[in-house]
């Protein structure tokens, strides 16, 4: 037989010049092996361990007898529920099967080769990525130092100082994954005070509802006085539906109309829809998420300094954690024990390692494995 063709290089340069975003370990396979040991403890990928709304069950269950159909297009339902939860206009939002699809899109729609998207160093590594596939060119500006006040968090000034006439989109994550590191609704204003208007500035507001800081507010509060503030959500985290995708954007009109025609006509299914405006009707659920998180994340920051480890402050639902040289190791001895963390040296942070803050029986297994291992 003819050897087959390497379609690889059939892809776009800057498709084949592209490496997939990493998910971490194979958690399927580690589960089964995991099983009837104790159980896999899943600290890796800031997922909400307290679980959606008990409302969910029952409305995805109320789904299941219309699988055959196809689900509203438009997702109207949920839409309306988003616009009265912002006091936002329909046409200002955009859903996603997650909001990782959105910022992909923001920058296939927004950029082209050539142009500039800007990022921070140490931002979510599905910046990077979105830019490469669009082919454009992609500016990281530099970050707080491991000694600064914030450390390793975005330099809004450095930032504003890396927009240049080229520059078409700006990326960041406020608080930002994976540092969990923030900046407060004023310094927001002043960058955007420096941003030209034809920019388009995303905030990635993925951690907002675990949020505690009063000075960070939700950047939707700028957008009557920056149009071109773009401002990202997701169910993945603090709603719970990691599960089933579903994200959205709130933006000016036009930038949901220019993006309309790439999205997929049912890009969200019919669980997802519904579990979405099921979940956002629970406020007191959320209410109850937002207060378990803020305990227990001081709780575990407290017991992992107690074993001498630096702990970055953090406004999300995981704490970056500084391990030192001996990290990789500290993470095979954990990984044997079926504790997963997230190894953070794609990020150039071979020293840390991310870690999920789960309900308190989890962290206290967290927290007595790495007693064991650091012994
Ligand atoms: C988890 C996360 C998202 C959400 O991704 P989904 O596709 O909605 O699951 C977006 N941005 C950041 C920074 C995240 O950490």
Redesign the pocket.
């Known amino acids: 037989m003819a050897e087959a063709y390497d379609f690889r290089a059939r892809a776009t340069p800057a498709i084949r010049a592209l490496t997939a975003y990493d998910p971490g370990h194979d958690i399927p396979a580690l589960r089964l092996r995991f099983a009837g040991h104790g159980g896999l403890l899943e600290l890796g990928s800031?997922e909400n361990a307290y679980g959606p709304s008990p409302a969910v069950s029952a409305v995805v269950q109320s789904v299941l007898p219309e699988l055959h159909r196809y689900p509203d297009p438009a997702g109207k339902a949920l839409k309306t529920a988003i616009a009265r939860l912002h006091g936002v206009r329909e046409d200002q939002i955009l859903l996603g099967n997650?909001?990782?699809?959105l910022?992909m899109q923001l920058a296939q729609v927004f950029s082209a080769p050539g142009e500039g998207i800007v990022v921070s160093r140490y931002c979510?590594a599905?910046y990077p990525i979105a830019a490469q596939a669009a082919g454009a060119r992609l500016v990281s500006a530099d970050a707080f130092g491991e000694q600064a006040d914030m450390p390793l968090g975005h330099d809004l000034d450095a930032l504003a100082a890396a927009i240049t006439p080229a520059t078409k989109l700006v990326f960041f994550?406020n608080p930002n994954?994976p540092t969990g590191t923030w900046f407060g609704t004023e310094a927001l204003a002043a960058f955007m005070a420096q941003v030209p208007p034809d920019v388009l500035v995303v905030a990635?507001e993925?951690?907002i509802e675990y949020v505690t800081d009063p000075a960070l507010q939700s950047a939707m509060a700028l957008r009557a006085r920056f149009p071109n503030l773009v401002v990202?959500r997701?169910?993945?985290?603090a709603y719970g539906l990691?599960g089933l995708?579903a994200?959205y954007l709130v933006a000016d009109a036009s930038v949901v109309r220019a993006m309309e025609p790439v999205r997929e006509s049912f890009n969200l299914n019919a669980m997802a829809l519904a579990a979405a405006e099921a979940a956002l009707a629970d406020a007191a659920h959320l209410e109850s998420v937002r207060r378990g998180n803020a305990a227990e994340r001081a709780r575990l920051a407290e017991g992992l300094a107690g074993l001498g480890l630096t702990v970055l402050p953090s406004q999300t639902n995981f704490l970056l954690v500084r391990f030192g040289p001996d990290t990789a190791a500290i993470e095979q001895a954990l990984f044997a024990r079926g504790v997963i963390l997230r190894p953070m040296a794609g990020y150039g942070l071979r020293q840390y390692l991310r870690v999920t803050v789960a309900t308190p029986a989890e962290n206290d297994r967290l927290l007595a494995a790495l007693c064991e291992v650091l012994a």
């Not at 997650?98 to 699809?101: F, L």
């Open positions: 800031n997650g909001s990782h699809e910022l979510f599905v994550a994954n990635d993925a951690y990202a997701t169910f993945s985290k990691a995708r994200g």
